[in-house]
């Protein structure tokens, strides 16, 4: 089976854009999540989407937002970027809800300057 | 709330010593426990997981942990390093309610030297 995989792997934006991400899950899997990774945060849980619903949002602020679609692939939005955005942007898919079992892709680097 | 506690940020061995990677956690609710390993400009990769089965898990590339409810630990071995285990190590918790996110350690970045 093919992994889970991410576009693009490297943005880069300005402060003040917005930008959008993409997961596309490993087949079968209706879970999808999301995560953000810097240096001084670590890894911080971003929201769940299963069967196109959110299930589960983390402490972000809205600018962060996502959705699903039917083939359970997820697109992740950032609206009006600031510096503090630029991270490594995780998207992690499961066979269910919740997470019980999450596989990663490769993520996304995104760099707003 | 769930939390954990990766004790040490570094490690480093010598080949074929012996890894220990330690992880304690918190959770109010038996907990599912995840050992993640990542490679430099890569996502994370799951090596092993521990949902209330046996408490000695084996994984992947010969790492095993075991789960001690008595000491809220869930630390991971491997008895004999090699330089291809050198990366950052993610311990992780989750609840096992649906839609409870995985909580992960700050994470333990391992060395390993010839």
């Known amino acids: 089976k093919a992994g889970v995989t991410q576009t693009p792997r490297y943005l880069i934006k300005t402060r003040g854009q917005q930008v959008t991400l993409s997961c596309s899950p490993i087949s079968g899997h209706r879970s999808v999540s999301w995560y953000q990774q810097t240096p001084g945060q670590g890894l911080q849980f971003l929201f769940e989407y299963f069967s196109e619903t959110q299930r589960n949002k983390g402490n972000f602020p809205g600018r962060f937002s996502g959705r699903q679609f039917s083939n359970s692939r997820s697109e992740m939005n950032v609206s009006t970027l600031e510096l503090g955005d630029s991270a490594l942007y995780l998207c992690a898919s499961s066979p269910r809800q919740g997470t019980y079992e999450q596989y990663f892709g490769p993520g996304t680097r995104l760099t707003v300057t | 709330a769930q939390s954990v506690t990766q004790l040490g940020s570094h490690v480093s061995v010598s080949e074929g010593a012996l890894v220990l990677l330690r992880c304690n956690y918190s959770s109010s609710v038996p907990p599912y426990l995840f050992w993640y390993v990542q490679y430099p400009n890569q996502g994370l990769q799951l090596l092993l997981k521990?949902?209330?089965?046996?408490?000695l898990v084996k994984g992947i590339n010969g790492f095993e942990a075991e789960f001690k409810k008595s000491e809220t630990s869930f630390h991971l071995t491997k008895p004999s390093a090699h330089m291809s285990d050198a990366a950052e190590y993610f311990c992780a918790v989750s609840g096992t309610k649906a839609g409870t996110a995985l909580i992960f350690g700050k994470g333990t970045t391992l060395s390993v030297s010839s």
């Open positions: 521990y949902t209330s089965a046996a408490t």
